[in-house]
């Protein structure tokens, strides 16, 4: 409130100072190196500088913070490769509802690390965005649900097919 109120950005050092390691991890999920993180890191703090007035408090900070980091980097992503994130569920074909019953989380962990990585840089970037956040930051159910203002069940139908597109370019890695 004080940062905002007086527009203080030596106030604002210590919440980047805090928060910037988080950022900057958050960021390098969705970069292509680690310079292009970098400058994700500093424009995500441009931004929050500028909008940190509609931070209400109904949340801890740093959880305002991730979401906001998050929703800064699907948007570079997807203005970066022409996608969208549709709010609609896609009809499936029953290849893909097969795959998607059939993956369970024991199953990605059996797959070979680096081939793991390759088959992650073959999906859609908002499948790979939900595995990482589930699976590499820890992120739970719920808090997936408030990141991405969708329902359990959207949420775990979301996973379930990002899990069973990365299984499907997997085994089309030699």
Known sequence: MEIVAKKDSMLFGILYDRYAKMVYNKCYGFAKSQKEAEDLTQDVFLMV??????????????????????NFCVNYVNRDKGRKISEKSNEISEEEYRLSQEVTDEHLLELQVEKLKKALEMIPGEDKTILMLKYQDGVSISELESTLELGTSAVKMRLKRAKAKVIEAYNTLP
């Not at 500088?49 to 998050?70: E, M, N, P, R």
């Open 49 to 70: 500088f500028v909008k940190l007035a509609s931070f209400k408090g109904k949340s801890k900070f740093s959880t305002w913070l991730y979401s906001f980091t998050y």
